[in-house]
């Protein structure tokens, strides 16, 4: 396993931490299990990228799964910002290697997140806004890491 996925699997795993406490403290009951079972998966799945072809698939999947259960179970609206901070990562290392499909699909998870969320007076939600601003983070990362003129051979 690279340096970059060990800490993207830390980071994720304390952003995972974290929001399920502030969830179970906030909502109560098992609020928490929801984003945390699909935030775990995601993050695994995307790890996996390397090994397992269909595993970024399979990521997208949950995500997207995960947001329209949040609604139909009346959870916190999901995915969460750790399993946005994975789906960030996963696009941003798509794009230099020209798979488009999943900065499109990662898309599809955002305006799923959208569409399923019990919005605010603005329209938006907080967990909304996290998820659209990975997106984009991830898909400028990838953009400018494709787009970098290669170094000389030195």
Known sequence: ????????????????????YMLANSWGGTSWLLDTVSGTAVLVLVLLRRRWRPA??????TALAAALLARLLDCPQA????????L????????PRSAFWIPAAA????????????P????????????AVAWAAGLVAGLAIR???ASPAA
Do not use: E, H, Q
């Open 1 to 20: 396993m690279k340096l970059i996925d060990l800490a993207l699997a830390a980071v994720c795993t304390a952003a995972l931490a974290f929001t399920a």
């Open 56 to 61: 970024p698939a399979a990521a997208l999947a």
């Open 79 to 86: 995915p969460g910002p750790a399993t946005a901070l994975a």
């Open 88 to 95: 960030a990562a996963l696009v941003a290392w798509s794009v």
């Open 107 to 118: 898309l599809g998870v955002v305006i799923a997140t959208y569409a399923t969320a019990w």
């Open 120 to 131: 605010d007076d603005r329209g938006f939600t907080a967990v909304t806004v996290i998820n």
């Open 147 to 149: 787009l970098a003129p």
